[in-house]
């Protein structure tokens, strides 16, 4: 099976532009914001520029793209405002999504608030059950490192919902989050022992994309800052048995790596290339 690793790139200048932002970094697959994450906003796509986004990605792609949904959304919230809003936005991402041929929607969990855990689980599952979702795309809920009331912390979580939604959906798994939450991933067995509880509680058929970020911070701090790959607390040995783990060959890696130090995504995905090994 062909590695499929690419990262978070900027749609700058118009959507389209991802494409070649994304080759030009070594990428074969990918993630983008359709619009500034850190406000409400409607991805602005007219439709020249879609179809200059699905021929350039069959052109020059391998991989699929994800859209991340942007940092506002907060599916668990027990706040009816917020709820709109969020409900809102997803609805313009998966329509996005369909235009732009992305067959996944990624999307954070958000915080409780107070609701509890059970409550916010089933905001979660009641606001993705009122998106109008189209056939061609899945949202992928996303783990989390877990601070606060942030759920998607525990795999429960992520399984909780899947169990609460009549949508079908699946998962991203982000190596930086996991770690923070307290699963340990900087051994090969501890690579192993911890997908192995993934699959135990979520299934390894939902996952559908792995973030791929080392962590700056030590496993269980339930602190989210990412590192290069193999500079982290994950390290070499724990990122080299993610690459190369046999159930998953076949995942989308995206990376949310820093730019800093003089390194950028084209240097993280010449190291994830480094540490594959082909058959
Ligand atoms: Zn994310
Ligand atoms: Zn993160």
Known sequence: MSLKIGAHVSVAGGVDNAVTNQT??????????????QVWQNPNIDEDEAEAFRS??????????????SYLVNLCTPKAGLREKSLDSMQREVDAATRLGIPY?????????????????????????????????????????????????EFEHLAGVIDRTETEIDVCLDTAHAFAAGYDLS??????????????????????????????????????????IGE???????????????????????LETPTEDGRGFAWNVDRVRELRHEE
């Open 24 to 37: 030009e970094i070594g990428g074969n697959c990918g993630q983008i914001f359709t619009h500034s994450p």
């Open 56 to 69: 350039g990605t069959k052109r020059d792609l391998e991989g699929p793209w994800v859209i991340h949904t």
């Open 105 to 153: 929607v990624n999307v954070h969990l958000g915080a409780h608030t107070g609701a509890g855990v059970d409550g916010g689980l089933d905001n979660a599952a009641s606001v993705i059950d009122d998106v109008d979702v189209p056939d061609d795309v899945t949202i992928l809920v996303e783990s989390d490192a877990g601070a606060g009331t942030k759920l998607g912390g």
């Open 187 to 228: 051994s090969p067995d501890a690579v192993n022992e911890t997908l192995a509880a993934f699959d135990d509680v979520v299934g390894l058929d939902h996952l559908k994309c792995i973030h791929l970020n080392d962590s700056k911070h030590a496993c269980g701090t339930h602190k989210d800052e990412h590192a290069h």
């Open 232 to 254: 982290g607390h994950v390290g070499d040995a724990g990122m080299e048995r993610v690459i190369n783990h046999p159930d998953l060959r076949d995942v989308p890696l995206v």
